[in-house]
């Protein structure tokens, strides 16, 4: 059974681009499109005011680092037929690790590199989680979780950039903004 996974991959300083491309040229060379699905590097696009000229420039979050989505295997065992993972293939492992410009994988050992979780991987931005919303601008919500579990309240905005509703809750008698997740309210029945 295999799955993909984000890997982290530590570069010589100023190296990325190339590790990235080389990377995919070797991917696209031997075929290994089943095994190795993604090479990015993540960027940020930032206004420089230099000379009293104004531009916008691409500049890595992480300078020296190359994330890499890699197929992972994993086996049943264990009296519950439980899901154990056993890592990338030593094919794919291969690759990346003697790819030019490539000094390890972050993690304890880069003998068997640790791939990130799923928490880490949208902190980090790699990936965009999208979520349904079901509510909009006025409607009358619940809130899920945190510290507002269990009040309801009223939709003042949705931000589906930065994953944020405002709810306007009633509290000590005044009409007050909560800030939450998308993902932490629902719409009241």
Known sequence: MADARWFVVHTYSGYE?????????????RKMQDQIFE??????????????????????????????????????????????????????????????????????DS???????EDEVVALGIEKRTVEVKYAKGDFVNILSGPFDGYSGVVDSIDLEKNIVVVMI??????TPVELELNQVEVAE
């Open 17 to 29: 681009n190339k590790v990235a491309s080389n990377i995919a040229t070797v991917v696209e060379n």
């Open 39 to 108: 090479v990015r590097i993540p960027t940020e696009i930032v206004t420089e005011i230099k000379d009293d000229k104004v531009r916008e420039v691409e500049r890595k979050l992480f300078p020296g680092y190359v994330m890499v989505k890699v197929a992972t295997l994993y086996k049943k065992c264990g009296e519950n037929n439980e899901d154990e993972e056993l890592g990338m293939t030593d094919e794919a492992w291969y690759v990346i690790r003697n790819t030019r410009g490539v000094t390890g994988f972050v993690g304890p």
């Open 170 to 175: 009633s509290m000590l008698g005044r009409e």
């Open 111 to 117: 003998k068997k590199p640790v791939p990130l979780s």
